[in-house]
């Protein structure tokens, strides 16, 4: 829960990235929106706003479809990898960051264990 003080710090797209968000707890919400209409933002700042939260979230859809690396098989591209989850978490879609991330750890697991096979197989040759 965000305290009220600290609401009066965000900036107003912060804020309304915040307002916008269905995930959040109703007295947040409430906070947040009781700074929002204090600041009375004229109508084109207000359809800045909008327009800009939507720029950034249609983008979301072609950086998740751009990310065509299964993690199970790629699992040595870990930094590409955490940032997708990274992505996926920002945009509350907690459920396919999760299975991406248990994706990702079983292909590290498959990685390493065919590095440790190989090391094995060299050592006893």
Do not use: C
Not at 27 to 46: A, G, I, Q
Not at 49 to 77: G, R
Request: net charge positive; aromatic share 12%.
């Amino acid at each position: 829960m965000l305290e009220s003080d600290k609401i009066k710090l965000l900036d107003n797209y912060q804020l309304y990235q915040l307002i916008s968000n269905d995930n959040m707890d109703k007295n947040t919400l409430s906070n947040l929106k009781t700074e929002y209409n204090s600041r009375n933002l004229s109508e084109n700042e207000k359809m800045r706003l909008q327009k800009k939260y939507h720029l950034n979230h249609a983008t979301f859809d072609t950086e998740i479809k751009k990310n065509n690396w299964s993690p199970l098989y790629t699992a040595f591209a870990i930094n590409r990898h955490f940032r997708h989850v990274a992505l996926l978490k920002t945009h509350g879609k907690k459920k396919e960051a999760k299975k991406y991330m248990i994706e990702l750890y079983f292909g590290l697991v498959l990685y390493f264990t065919l590095v440790l096979l190989l090391l094995f197989i060299i050592k006893f040759k």
